[in-house]
């Protein structure tokens, strides 16, 4: 592994990795993935996509065709990455918002993602930012992250 960076950029990416980068690019940066995920969002034909998984860094990117299967979005759910230089895996969701209003990214948004399987399940989400922490149990379990668009196209 070359990824030397484990800093969360919001809407850039991660370190010296890049929304926007090709899957080779990615590749020579984080080396082979663990496991490639492929599947499609509905039966358009340009509708496929992949994730690729990185189990030991605990980190998960995608790639769209839509998008010229360049990188649309990260996802890690070790400690080791930061926001703003704060380890938020694993803090409670009442200290991940106390840090998150310190980092000025924008408006938080609650989403209740529960279900009958993950009855304690929740999403909060930063739409300006392009940010979504997963939380599972009332800990936080997951960041993801993609690129801020600028309008919907």
Same mark, same amino acid.
């Given at each position: 592994?070359?990824?030397?960076?484990?800093?969360?950029? =919001?809407?850039?990416?991660?370190?010296?990795?890049?929304?926007?980068?090709?899957?080779?690019?990615?590749?020579?940066? &984080?080396?082979? =993935?663990?496991?490639?995920?492929?599947?499609? #969002?509905?039966?358009?034909?340009?509708?496929? &996509?992949?994730?690729?998984?990185?189990?030991?860094?605990?980190? /998960? !990117?995608? @790639?769209?065709?839509?998008?010229?299967?360049?990188?649309?979005?990260?996802?890690?759910?070790?400690?080791? @990455?930061?926001?703003?230089?704060?380890?938020?895996?694993?803090? /409670?969701?009442?200290? !991940?918002?106390?840090?998150?209003?310190?980092?000025?990214?924008?408006?938080?948004?609650?989403?209740?993602?529960?279900?009958?399987?993950? =009855?304690?399940?929740?999403?909060?989400?930063?739409?300006? /930012? /392009?940010?979504?922490?997963? #939380?599972?149990?009332?800990?936080?379990?997951?960041?993801?992250?993609? =690129? !801020?668009?600028?309008?919907?196209?």
């Amino acid at each position: 592994m070359k990824i030397t960076s484990f800093e969360i950029k =919001p809407g850039v990416g991660l370190g010296s990795i890049s929304f926007g980068m090709t899957r080779e690019n990615f590749k020579k940066i &984080a080396g082979e =993935p663990d496991e490639i995920e492929k599947y499609s #969002f509905s039966d358009k034909s340009d509708d496929k &996509a992949e994730t690729w998984h990185y189990d030991e860094l605990e980190m /998960s !990117v995608s @790639f769209e065709e839509i998008n010229n299967w360049l990188l649309t979005s990260i996802a890690v759910s070790s400690p080791d @990455f930061k926001l703003h230089g704060k380890n938020l895996i694993g803090l /409670s969701k009442t200290n !991940v918002e106390k840090e998150i209003a310190k980092m000025k990214l924008g408006k938080l948004e609650i989403i209740d993602i529960s279900s009958e399987e993950s =009855p304690e399940s929740e999403l909060l989400s930063i739409e300006e /930012s /392009s940010l979504n922490f997963w #939380f599972e149990n009332g800990m936080l379990s997951e960041i993801q992250w993609g =690129p !801020v668009m600028e309008d919907e196209e």
